[in-house]
């Protein structure tokens, strides 16, 4: 019994790490309708970049995570206004071919400038573990709980009572009647974007503490975000936050009782399954709405 | 019809080019292949593992060469299996060496070695460790580093031979668990584990594959921390070994010993990731590092400072002291043949008999009839205060091995 409880403790910590990349992952998707294959490697870029705040500044990487966003929120603007805007009205494929080219061009620039060796930041308070009530919980970890409450209850006030906000639900839900009420569709997008890469940027400071970094740790976060994205419904910000909660119990749990290396099997069955079955996803709004 | 025309004209030209290999290498000069991955993913182990045989040949120029002629080499540069084949085609049939040494990696090697032993010249292999290498009934291909076996079997042993006595416990009263990362390498080591554990009559309690990319090995820590497991044996690479230290300390798990395949226990990137008072203690079977009693390994000493005169560092890994060790071995056993022909230096390979503790590596060198070296053992290190250290067998130690992992 102690066990099953330590192992949904450490699933519901596991999932807010997912929960904060999928928000950002959920955004980009739900408001530009872009599937960003460089989301990993926007993570990776975060990382490297908190790395080198604390190498060269002694900067812990909570504090760095203020830097870290607001360059993951240029980076993401700059991504959308030079390379998706231009091909915004082209096939959807195309926009595909473009992330995809760009996570190719991101690891392999990391490579470039930092080899395949990897990187850590100096151990901190938040690779220690604190005991409540007999079950360890990592420090790090609940911070990343905390911040991914936060992060949607900020969003959810943002979205709700702020022009900016409902100019975004509005591009979201109808491009052209935006457009046509007046609100500049193209620079929502390129908000809307970097809104998403900042997400990442601050995953990117709560994760180095717990992972050092290499040119390809993208590819460890970023199947598992997709996956909670298309869980959550796609658009659905909230979807994306408790579809990611489901997919850090199974992955503790399935680890657990059924085998290590079987809890990708598992939860990419569930995948499957919620694609046949509520194809919009476990929290989408219906048919069409995908 | 004309592809075909030509294709048997270059046949031809292959066929009558090869006598000239010989006279060409008469005249004051032997020409060798230098197969290894120079650029890519795998170049910095590649390019340490180069370093290796290039000391070896300056050294034997120094002393005269092979029979009076200098070494003279031709880098191929291995970046995959394709590239390694269409290298190792070049160095034969363009540049006509008389062998190729190489190659670090075992997918490079399985791919590059087809080719020299369809055109009849010796391969050399150094470092790469996946035991096909030398089972696939190849005539001119030897290898004079251990195999993926040979750690497993190491492995295995150490905990009869060194753990259990340090602990005081019999060695079937001790839980073993295996872990390992789920491609090939870990497939590999760890098949090899559980025969060798089933036949010492261990008594293994879990195995639990995981991936390699996993972002939690919490489920795997709890599993071993549940069925009690006391001694760890895992098969990982970098990033894996560091998220597990980090999470077995978290999770509070204290085995009495955790002992890795090289891959990511050696490096000193994985000790500073997870910090040297968490790596204290942890065991490593890996090809001979520096750390090792130079009276079990004779020429050690003298190998590190020839490495930093030349290069200005200290080496980066063990791969160049194997290289060095296994290019001079080959050097001795060619001299010996008096000829590069392939036939007459596998009858030359067959006979050295080196013995166990006369090489710079520590290993002896005796090859079996598929050519591979059966003196090779790699040796049991631990990570003692950031440095790996030499702690089995006793000639080679420079240690004492501790018990117990980390500061917990």
Known sequence: MDVLIQLVLNGILLGSMYAIISVGLTLIFGIVRVVNFAHGEFLMVGMYAAYLLAAKFGLHPYASAIPVVLLLFALGALVQRFLIQPLLSADEHIQIFATVGLSTALVNLALLLFGADLYSVPPSAAQGSVQVAGFTLVKGQIVMFVCALALVAGLHLFMQSTALGRAIRATAQNRNAALLMGVKVDKIYVIAFGMGAACVGLASALVMPLYPVTPTIGTYFVLTAFVVVVLGGMRSMYGAFFGAMIIGLVDSLSGYYIAPDLKEVVYFALFLLILIFKPTGLFGLGRGTE | MKSFARAAFAAALLVAASPFAGPAAAQGTIKFGALY???????????????????????????????????????????????????????????????????????????????????????????????????????????????????????????????????????????????????????????????????????????????????????????????????????????????????????????????????????????????????????????????????????????????????????????????????????????????????????????????????????????????QNTRAKPFLMQWQGGNLVTVFPETAAVAKMKVGVGSN
Do not use: C
């Not at chain 2, 590059?112 to 391969?123: F, K």
């Not at chain 2, 921390?225 to 990033?239: C, F, I, M, P, R």
């Not at chain 2, 560092?313 to 060619?334: E, Q």
């Open chain 2, 37 to 371: 991955p120079f650029s890519g993913g795998l170049a910095l182990l590649g390019d340490e593992s180069f370093r290796g045989f290039e000391l070896a040949v300056e050294e034997r120029n120094a002393a005269g060469g092979i029979d009076g002629k200098k070494i003279e080499f031709i880098k191929g540069d291995a970046v995959d299996p394709n590239q390694a084949v269409g290298e190792a085609r070049r160095l034969t049939s363009v540049d006509k060496v008389s062998a190729i040494f190489g190659t670090y990696s075992s997918s490079l090697s399985l791919a590059a070695t087809q080719v020299t032993e369809l055109a009849g010249i010796p391969y050399f292999e150094l470092g790469a460790v996946s035991d096909p290498i030398t089972e696939r009934g190849f005539k001119y291909v030897y290898r004079t580093n251990a195999t993926a076996r040979d750690f497993a079997n190491r492995m295995v042993d150490s905990v009869i031979e060194a753990i259990a006595p340090a602990l005081g416990i019999k060695p079937a009263d001790l839980k073993v668990g295996i872990i390992h990362e789920d491609s090939l390498y870990g497939q590999t080591v760890s098949g090899y584990q559980k025969t060798r554990a089933k036949e010492m009559g261990l008594n293994v309690v879990e195995t639990l594959p995981y991936s390699a990319k996993s972002v939690d090995l919490t489920p795997v820590i709890l599993r071993l921390k549940s069925a009690g497991v006391d001694v760890v044996l895992q098969t990982s690479y970098q990033n894996d070994t560091v998220l597990f230290f980090r999470q077995m300390k978290d999770q509070g798990y204290k085995p009495k010993a955790v002992m890795g395949a090289g891959g990511g226990y050696s490096t000193r990137d994985t000790m500073m990731a997870v910090g040297a008072e968490n790596m204290e203690g942890a065991l490593d079977v890996d090809f001979t590092q520096y750390n090792t009693n130079p009276k079990a390994a004779p020429g050690i000493t003298e190998f590190v400072a020839k490495y930093k005169a030349k290069y200005g560092i200290d080496p980066r890994s063990g791969h160049s002291l194997a290289n060095y060790m296994g290019a001079k071995v080959f050097f001795d056993a060619i001299a010996a043949a008096k000829s590069t022909d392939a036939d007459k230096v596998r009858a030359a390979v067959m006979k050295v008999d080196i013995p166990v503790g006369e090489t710079a590596t520590g290993w002896g060198a005796k090859f079996s009839e598929q050519g």
